[in-house]
Every structure is written in structure tokens, then in C-alpha cells.
């Protein structure tokens, strides 16, 4: 970006100011987000292995934890659904677009604001390893993926049929402990997670988890090995089993947690016994670096994102060419209209039609367009500010990195609302602003700006 000012200096003065004003708004939002990159982000996959309609349960099961997370805050964009039976639609269903954990039917689990990012056959082995690693194909959706990182908590559910070390999904496919393993591995390998919180609600669930050797994973699992994982009630007028019985009480457990919670893993798994669910559950802990009466619920279930508010005014200073034309001593009053006045002259001065707007072409500069000011600049209330000076001169350097132009175009010629408002640079002396070859000269200071502020 090439700008030609008048002899002048407050004019390259003016230009100057505005540009420290620009960096320093990138220094300073740019240090919010590397505060931000800090922090722990909250990530859910919950998944339903089984297929047909009397696995209806495990349906329930997967969805009770999908709005317990919600509840406490984790937004869809960071849940990832899988239900490899879509029950609200299948024609056994006495009630479609329906789900109920309860017989009374007070709560339906499948309302509107359920959003299932893999279904039917898309809940596969194969689809569910390339979403813990990451490898997915490049048409892939971003709903379909795993978008975490080294600061990233991981909560992953599943639920269906399984054996020792082993789950089905879809009644065909075998997913293994090794398996889930190496994928581990290569999440660990790729910074994907900073912790792992795998349930599992299955029969044999436990043994899912025997395999496992990557550090930061803690894990649960509903029965142990030869054990069995039992549905807790049937409801007739659906014909099925609507959820299983540690899901069951899982959900008593999950009323009582809040996103300041400070119910601990401890408290979860003291809280199932085994007259109650018919099995022993296990919790393994050597992976995690934790001790479960160290660790909240809400680690994992509830939502880290909190608002930022800014403690006090970001101060800048901007450089105003009417201030510095007229003297230190004179009051604020006589600026206005030495500054009024240095605006009118500037504009009678220019070449081209006063106050359209239009450019000339200037022999001296081999045909490169001038832009003629407007007579007046406009009426807006944010160009008074340096923050509405700043964010004019950003839209328009878009604007020009964007726009299809020749070598030696101004802004002027960008067309319409696209022009640069007259006075955004701060200065009403402003005699050329062309537009040469060398645009990404500016988007690389642009960039220069946004890396220093990650490096401070």
C-alpha cells in the first residue's frame, strides 16, 4: 500500500498514528486469544453401537447423557452424537419422533434441539477411529469431526453389546480394547486431548478398558468381566426396555450436579451399588494422574466457556491532523475551525469535481488515479472516535486486498460504499492514496502484527 501525502507532516504523522492505533487493537485482542488457547475446552462423544428396536434403551441411554451435558453448558458444536438406531423414526415406534427413559412419559428425550451427527450406518468402527484420530476424509463434515486439542478434556460414552475386550456395532462389527487403544496413542501423539474420561455401559464393560496404556485416561466401566449390564424397566406400551439400570441411576446422580458443582469421580462411583445394578462396576485409574476424590464431575460434563469482560478502557492514541495544524495554545473551539477551514481548502484544492468523491489522473504519477475528497466528511458519530477511525481503516484495506484492480488504482475507484471515507486516516490533507502492485505488503504487516501479539 503505497500513500502519497502532501508535503505536509502532520499528515504522515496522522497516517502513522492510526497505523500504531491498528497494531496495538491487534497486540491487544491478539494476547486474549493466547490467554484463551490456555484454557480447557470441554469435548463429549456418546455413542449407540446397537441396531433395531429392542436395543430401544440403549437409545435412552445415550441421549440421558447428551442432555445432562447440555444442561451443564456443552454446546452441540462440541458434542458428537452417534445412534446407530434412529428409534423416533422406526415404524415399531408407538409414539414417532419420540423417546422416553420413564413409563410415566413425562420427558421426551428426542425433541428438537437433538442433534445427531452420525446415524444408521454411518455409526461404524471405522468412522468412529477416524474420529478419535482425526483422519478423516476431506469432504468430511466439521460436525462429523473431533476439533480438540492438548487443552482439550474428553468425555466419551458407549453404550450397546459387548464381550470380554470387545463391543459390537451395528450386530456385525467388532470394535477391540486394542483398538481403542492405538487410537489413544495417536491422539496422545497428535496433542488431541489433555484428559480422557471413557464410560462404558455394557456387559463385560470393564474389560473395554483393559487394554489401554496412553497417560490421561481414566476410565469406567458399568460391570466387570463375565458380568452382565441389565435394562432397568419395561414399558408396555412401547414393547421394550427403555434404559439400562446404571444409566438409570447414573441420571439420579446427574440431577444433582451444577456447573459449580464440586461433586467429585469419587462421589460418582461411590454412588452405584451392586445389589442395585447386579454387577460391580470398576473404575481404572493408574492412567490418570489424578485421584478420583481430586477430580470434579464437572471436569468433564460441564462446560469450561465463561464471558470476558474487559476491566478498563484499551487506551489509544490517535494522531488528529486538525489538532496538530493548529497551534498548542489555541482552545478547543478555534480547532474546530481551523480544522473546518484546513477540510474546505483541501477540497477546493483537489483536482476533479469538489465534493463527489471523483479521481483525476495525474500525468506526473505515469496515469495513476487521485482521489478527490468529499467537501464534508460524513455525519457518522463513530468517526469521531479513534475506534471508528480504526475500524473504517480495516474495512477499507479489506476492501482493497480483496478487490480485483489494476497497479496504480485508488480507493476511490473500488466503487460506492466501498470508497475510503474521507477522514479515517484522521487527516483532511490527504492528497493521494493509490493502490500498488504490492498489496500483500499490508496483509503480511497485518500478519507481522497478529504473530507478535501471540509472541508477547
Given at each position: 500500500?503505497?500513500?502519497?501525502?502532501?508535503?505536509?507532516?502532520?499528515?504522515?504523522?496522522?497516517?502513522?498514528?492510526?497505523?500504531?492505533?491498528?497494531?496495538?487493537?491487534?497486540?491487544?485482542?491478539?494476547?486474549?486469544?493466547?490467554?484463551?488457547?490456555?484454557?480447557?475446552?470441554?469435548?463429549?462423544?456418546?455413542?449407540?453401537?446397537?441396531?433395531?428396536?429392542?436395543?430401544?434403551?440403549?437409545?435412552?441411554?445415550?441421549?440421558?447423557?447428551?442432555?445432562?451435558?447440555?444442561?451443564?453448558?456443552?454446546?452441540?458444536?462440541?458434542?458428537?452424537?452417534?445412534?446407530?438406531?434412529?428409534?423416533?423414526?422406526?415404524?415399531?415406534?408407538?409414539?414417532?419422533?419420540?423417546?422416553?427413559?420413564?413409563?410415566?412419559?413425562?420427558?421426551?428425550?428426542?425433541?428438537?434441539?437433538?442433534?445427531?451427527?452420525?446415524?444408521?450406518?454411518?455409526?461404524?468402527?471405522?468412522n468412529f477411529l477416524r474420529l478419535l484420530t482425526?483422519?478423516?476424509?476431506?469432504?468430511?463434515?466439521?460436525?462429523?469431526?473431533?476439533?480438540?486439542?492438548?487443552?482439550?478434556?474428553?468425555?466419551?460414552?458407549?453404550?450397546?453389546?459387548?464381550?470380554?475386550?470387545?463391543?459390537?456395532?451395528?450386530?456385525?462389527?467388532?470394535?477391540?480394547?486394542?483398538?481403542?487403544?492405538?487410537?489413544?496413542?495417536?491422539?496422545?501423539?497428535?496433542?488431541?486431548?489433555?484428559?480422557?474420561?471413557?464410560?462404558?455401559?455394557?456387559?463385560?464393560?470393564?474389560?473395554?478398558?483393559?487394554?489401554?496404556?496412553?497417560?490421561?485416561?481414566?476410565?469406567?466401566?458399568?460391570?466387570?468381566?463375565?458380568?452382565?449390564?441389565?435394562?432397568?424397566?419395561?414399558?408396555?406400551?412401547?414393547?421394550?426396555?427403555?434404559?439400562?439400570?446404571?444409566?438409570?441411576?447414573a441420571m439420579d446422580f446427574f440431577k444433582r450436579?451444577?456447573?459449580?458443582?464440586?461433586?467429585?469421580?469419587?462421589?460418582?462411583?461411590?454412588?452405584?451399588?451392586?445389589?442395585?445394578?447386579?454387577?460391580?462396576?470398576?473404575?481404572?485409574?493408574?492412567?490418570?494422574?489424578?485421584?478420583?476424590?481430586?477430580?470434579?464431575?464437572?471436569?468433564?460434563?460441564?462446560?469450561?466457556?465463561?464471558?470476558?469482560?474487559?476491566?478498563?478502557?484499551?487506551?489509544?492514541?490517535?494522531?488528529?491532523?486538525?489538532?496538530?495544524?493548529?497551534?498548542?495554545?489555541?482552545?478547543?473551539?478555534?480547532?474546530?475551525?481551523?480544522?473546518?477551514?484546513?477540510?474546505?481548502?483541501?477540497?477546493?484544492?483537489?483536482?476533479?469535481?469538489?465534493?463527489?468523491?471523483?479521481?483525476?489522473?495525474?500525468?506526473?504519477?505515469?496515469?495513476?488515479?487521485?482521489?478527490?475528497?468529499?467537501?464534508?466528511?460524513?455525519?457518522?458519530?463513530?468517526?469521531?472516535?479513534?475506534?471508528?477511525?480504526?475500524?473504517?481503516?480495516?474495512?477499507?484495506?479489506?476492501?482493497?486486498?480483496?478487490?480485483?484492480?489494476?497497479?496504480?488504482?485508488?480507493?476511490?475507484?473500488?466503487?460506492?460504499?466501498?470508497?475510503?471515507?474521507?477522514?479515517?486516516?484522521?487527516?483532511?490533507?490527504?492528497?493521494?492514496?493509490?493502490?500498488?502492485?504490492?498489496?500483500?505488503?499490508?496483509?503480511?504487516?497485518?500478519?507481522?502484527?497478529?504473530?507478535?501479539?501471540?509472541?508477547?
Open positions: 500500500l503505497k500513500f502519497r501525502l502532501g508535503s505536509s507532516s502532520h499528515s504522515r504523522n496522522a497516517v502513522h498514528g492510526e497505523v500504531r492505533s491498528l497494531l496495538l487493537v491487534l497486540v491487544h485482542f491478539g494476547s486474549l486469544a493466547l490467554g484463551a488457547e490456555n484454557e480447557r475446552n470441554n469435548w463429549a462423544v456418546l455413542v449407540d453401537t446397537s441396531r433395531y428396536f429392542y436395543n430401544y434403551r440403549h437409545v435412552a441411554n445415550v441421549l440421558t447423557f447428551y442432555h445432562t451435558i447440555k444442561r451443564l453448558g456443552i454446546p452441540d458444536s462440541q458434542i458428537i452424537l452417534m445412534m446407530a438406531e434412529d428409534i423416533p423414526c422406526n415404524s415399531r415406534s408407538a409414539q414417532p419422533g419420540m423417546v422416553f427413559r420413564e413409563s410415566v412419559q413425562d420427558e421426551n428425550l428426542y425433541g428438537e434441539d437433538v442433534e445427531v451427527d452420525y446415524r444408521g450406518d454411518e455409526v461404524s468402527t471405522e482425526g483422519r478423516h476424509l476431506p469432504s468430511t463434515p466439521r460436525n462429523k469431526r473431533l476439533l480438540t486439542d492438548e487443552m482439550s478434556n474428553v468425555l466419551i460414552f458407549i453404550t450397546g453389546h459387548s464381550g470380554d475386550e470387545f463391543i459390537k456395532f451395528q450386530d456385525w462389527e467388532e470394535l477391540t480394547s486394542n483398538d481403542v487403544a492405538d487410537a489413544f496413542q495417536q491422539m496422545h501423539k497428535q496433542r488431541r486431548y489433555r484428559n480422557i474420561f471413557w464410560i462404558s455401559d455394557t456387559c463385560q464393560a470393564a474389560t473395554l478398558q483393559n487394554q489401554f496404556y496412553t497417560p490421561g485416561i481414566l476410565a469406567y466401566g458399568s460391570s466387570g468381566k463375565g458380568q452382565n449390564s441389565y435394562s432397568h424397566h419395561v414399558d408396555s406400551h412401547i414393547g421394550a426396555a427403555v434404559i439400562d439400570r446404571w444409566t438409570y441411576y450436579i451444577t456447573t459449580s458443582s464440586d461433586l467429585t469421580v469419587e462421589h460418582f462411583t461411590s454412588h452405584f451399588k451392586p445389589a442395585m445394578l447386579h454387577s460391580q462396576p470398576e473404575l481404572r485409574t493408574d492412567l490418570f494422574q489424578w485421584s478420583p476424590s481430586q477430580t470434579m464431575m464437572t471436569e468433564f460434563f460441564a462446560s469450561t466457556g465463561r464471558m470476558r469482560f474487559q476491566s478498563a478502557l484499551l487506551v489509544m492514541q490517535a494522531s488528529n491532523s486538525s489538532s496538530s495544524s493548529s497551534s498548542s495554545s489555541s482552545s478547543s473551539s478555534s480547532s474546530s475551525s481551523s480544522s473546518s477551514s484546513s477540510s474546505s481548502s483541501s477540497s477546493s484544492s483537489s483536482s476533479g469535481a469538489a465534493g463527489d468523491g471523483s479521481c483525476s489522473f495525474d500525468a506526473a504519477s505515469s496515469g495513476s488515479c487521485v482521489a478527490s475528497p468529499p467537501s464534508a466528511p460524513p455525519t457518522y458519530a463513530e468517526e469521531e472516535s479513534p475506534w471508528g477511525r480504526v475500524s473504517h481503516l480495516a474495512s477499507a484495506v479489506l476492501d482493497v486486498a480483496s478487490a480485483k484492480h489494476r497497479p496504480g488504482m485508488a480507493f476511490s475507484q473500488l466503487g460506492g460504499s466501498k470508497r475510503l471515507p474521507h477522514g479515517v486516516l484522521g487527516t483532511d490533507s490527504l492528497d493521494e492514496i493509490v493502490v500498488g502492485s504490492h498489496v500483500p505488503w499490508l496483509v503480511g504487516l497485518l500478519g507481522a502484527a497478529v504473530a507478535s501479539a501471540s509472541f508477547l
